[in-house]
C-alpha cells in the first residue's frame, strides 16, 4: 500500500544492521511510500553483508560511517546530496550501543571508558550528525531529523544502567538543536520514544524478554512493533506534520500514560474481584 507520502524526498537512513532492526522497517516503508535514501552504518556492521540486501531491495546506495567521527559524517552527507541529486528532506538516527549493557556491568559501578563511548555513539553521535549537515548546508527547510529512543531516559529501568542517562542525553541534544536548527532553516528534529523491541540492541539488554512480556501487558494497545514504529516515522518525515519539533514522542501502545493494568493486578493477585 502506498500514498506516496514522501514522494520525491531524500534521506539518510543510519542502523540498518539486518531485518529486525527498526532502521531496516523504516528504510522499506519509505521506499513504500515514494522516497529516496542513502543507507548508512558503521563500517564493522557492514561485514555482516545484510545491508547489501536490503539496499537491493530499496534501490539504494550505501555509504558506511562510524557515527562518532566528523570527518566520516562529511563524506556522508556530501555524498548522500551527490548520490540523491539534492539536499536531505529527512534523517533517520538509529544507533545505540552500550559497552556497559554488552558486559553486564551493574549501574553502580559503571566503567567510565565505556560509559564515554556508549554516550560517544549513541547521544553525541546525534549532534556530530546536525552539526555537519548545518554547516554543510545539507537538509532543506522543512527537513525532518528523528532519533530513537527509550523511556529509561525518565523512569528508571535499571536494567537499562548507562543507557538511561545516555538517552536523557540524546533527547536533550534533539530538544536544543531543534531550537537552532528550527530559527535557522525550519528544519524539525524529535525523538521518538520506542517501545521495547525484539532487535540486536534490544535483546542485548539482560532480563530483556521478561521486560517485553510485562510492557505487552501493560500497555492497553500491547507493545508497538518496528513496522508500526516505522510507519510513525514516515508521517514525521511527510509535511503532515511539519509544525511539530523539539519532542519528545511516546510510541510505546499507552505503556507511558498507564500505572497498572487488570491483567497484571490479577497476575499479582492484587484484585478483589
Ligand atoms: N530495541 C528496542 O527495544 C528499542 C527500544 C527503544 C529505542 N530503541 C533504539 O532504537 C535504535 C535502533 O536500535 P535497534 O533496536 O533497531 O537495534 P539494532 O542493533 O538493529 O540497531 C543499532 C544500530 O546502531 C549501529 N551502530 C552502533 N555503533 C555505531 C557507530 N559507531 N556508527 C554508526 N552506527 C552504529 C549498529 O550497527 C546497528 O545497526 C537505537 O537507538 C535503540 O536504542 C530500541
Given amino acids: 500500500m502506498s500514498n506516496n507520502l514522501?514522494?520525491?524526498?531524500?534521506?539518510?537512513?543510519?542502523g540498518a544492521l539486518d531485518e529486525n532492526s527498526i532502521a531496516w522497517k523504516v528504510a522499506e516503508k519509505v521506499h513504500e511510500q515514494g522516497g529516496t535514501f542513502v543507507l548508512t552504518n558503521a563500517p564493522i556492521a557492514m561485514r555482516?553483508?545484510?545491508?547489501?540486501?536490503?539496499?537491493?531491495?530499496?534501490?539504494?546506495?550505501i555509504v558506511?560511517?562510524?557515527?562518532?567521527?566528523?570527518?566520516?559524517?562529511?563524506?556522508l552527507f556530501n555524498k548522500s546530496q551527490e548520490i540523491l541529486g539534492g539536499k536531505i528532506d529527512f534523517v533517520l538516527h538509529s544507533i545505540g550501543m552500550s559497552v556497559n549493557i554488552r558486559k553486564n556491568?551493574?549501574?553502580?559501578?559503571?566503567?567510565?571508558?565505556?560509559?564515554?563511548?556508549?554516550?560517544d555513539v549513541s547521544a553525541l553521535s546525534l549532534h556530530k550528525m546536525l552539526s555537519v549537515a548545518m554547516k554543510l548546508d545539507a537538509i532543506n527547510e522543512w527537513g525532518s531529523v528523528v532519533a530513537l529512543t527509550y523511556?529509561?531516559?525518565?523512569?528508571?529501568?535499571?536494567?537499562?544502567?548507562?543507557?538511561?542517562?545516555?538517552k536523557a542525553m540524546l533527547e536533550s541534544i534533539a530538544r536544543s538543536f531543534g531550537y537552532h536548527y528550527g530559527v535557522a532553516k525550519k528544519v524539525r528534529i524529535n525523538t521518538v520514544s520506542q517501545s521495547p523491541t525484539k532487535?540486536?540492541?534490544?535483546?542485548?539488554?539482560?532480563?530483556?524478554?521478561?521486560?517485553?512480556?510485562?510492557?505487552e501487558e501493560l500497555a492497553p494497545?500491547?507493545?508497538?512493533?518496528?513496522?508500526?514504529?516505522?510507519?510513525?516515522?514516515?508521517?514525521?518525515?511527510?509535511?503532515?506534520?511539519?509544525?511539530?519539533?523539539?519532542?519528545?514522542?511516546?510510541?510505546?501502545?499507552?505503556?507511558?500514560?498507564?500505572?497498572?493494568?487488570?491483567?497484571?493486578?490479577?497476575?499479582l493477585s492484587l484484585s478483589n474481584s
Fill in 6 to 14: 514522501l514522494k520525491g524526498k531524500r534521506g539518510i537512513i543510519t
Fill in 221 to 267: 494497545l500491547g507493545n508497538a512493533s518496528a513496522e508500526d514504529c516505522a510507519n510513525y516515522c514516515i508521517t514525521l518525515f511527510s509535511d503532515l506534520t511539519r509544525m511539530v519539533t523539539m519532542q519528545n514522542l511516546f510510541h510505546d501502545g499507552g505503556y507511558s500514560s498507564t500505572g497498572i493494568s487488570t491483567e497484571l493486578m490479577q497476575k
Fill in 105 to 119: 556491568i551493574p549501574y553502580t559501578e559503571l566503567n567510565y571508558d565505556f560509559f564515554q563511548k556508549g554516550i
Fill in 64 to 75: 558506511p560511517a562510524d557515527a562518532t567521527s566528523t570527518e566520516e559524517l562529511t563524506t
Fill in 199 to 215: 532487535t540486536t540492541a534490544g535483546s542485548g539488554v539482560k532480563g530483556f524478554g521478561d521486560f517485553y512480556d510485562y510492557a
Fill in 151 to 166: 523511556m529509561a531516559a525518565q523512569r528508571t529501568f535499571p536494567f537499562y544502567t548507562d543507557m538511561a542517562d545516555i
Fill in 48 to 61: 555482516m553483508g545484510e545491508i547489501k540486501k536490503l539496499a537491493e531491495k530499496t534501490n539504494s546506495e
